[in-house]
């Protein structure tokens, strides 16, 4: 049995988070004594610390597992949300098929990161406000891929055999739409993670709090804090740089449309 470089790649960063997680308590204290400690000269903190004596180790596993958190619910809800405005404009109604189309135009219009920043905006930095705006910011381009496959599916020769057989539009639905979209749902849901981190990762880095779980600063927010400080700790930037790289990677997929 060969294990690809990838998954190798994906079990060594996943170790060396949980080890993380489970030798250090969430980065969340300030400890001056242990300003930029040197990686190796304290055994209990073997990658050094930043400049308010946070654990370097800490910090990172526990902005990844912060990162992950809020990436894999919220790409959920983001495919929910398109497939759900997908499936309401394919019906009878003309109306709320223009209303879908128009709508979906909008956003894909407007750049992503103008829309994730608006909602933010709105809602505040709170969880709910972080999901919604990666939500609002990503749900087109999934809504105009799923569009692509129901006028695919809705030519197709079955769906014509079960409406010539008297089939409804229920029927229809669950029998046959939704069961073809599982792949492309998949699809999307796989390929759309690493976009998903950068957001976070970009949300962080700009300010907007992403620790919405206690468990200390996000990787982007460690790189905005401790870049001006690069020469005194280069593992302050680099082990979030890592982190990020590390989980894009780790989630990136070779997989392709069916």
Avoid at 52 to 80: C, E, K, N, Q, V
């Amino acid at each position: 049995m060969t294990v690809s470089i990838r998954n190798l790649f994906r079990f060594i960063f996943a170790l060396f988070v949980f080890v993380g997680l489970f030798l250090f308590e969430s980065p969340t204290r300030v400890d001056l004594q242990l300003s930029h400690l040197g990686a190796l000269e304290v055994l209990a903190h073997p990658f050094g610390c930043d400049r308010l004596g946070r654990d370097h180790w800490a910090m990172l596993s526990y902005g990844a597992l912060t990162t992950i958190l809020i990436t894999i619910p919220s790409r959920i809800l983001t495919l929910l949300f398109a497939t759900f405005v997908s499936f309401a404009g394919m019906g009878k109604n003309k109306f709320l098929a223009l209303l879908s189309e128009v709508f979906a135009s909008v956003f894909l219009s407007v750049p992503s990161l103008l829309v994730a920043l608006v909602t933010i905006a709105i809602l505040s930095d709170s969880i709910l406000g972080i999901l919604l705006s990666i939500v609002f910011s990503d749900w087109a381009i999934s809504f105009e891929t799923l569009q692509g496959k129901l006028r695919e599916i809705r030519k197709s020769g079955f769906i014509s055999a079960s409406q010539a057989l008297g089939a409804n539009s229920s029927h229809l639905l669950i029998f046959h739409y939704i069961p073809a979209t599982r792949n492309i749902l998949e699809f999307l849901f796989v390929t759309g993670i690493p976009s998903v981190i950068m957001t976070i990762a970009l949300f962080s880095y700009l300010g907007i709090n992403t620790d919405v779980f206690s468990f200390g600063p996000g990787l982007g927010e460690q790189i905005s804090f401790s870049k001006d400080y690069f020469s005194v700790s280069p593992l302050s930037v680099l082990l979030p740089v890592l982190g990020i790289v590390s989980l894009v990677y780790s989630f990136s997929s070779e997989e392709k449309i069916k």
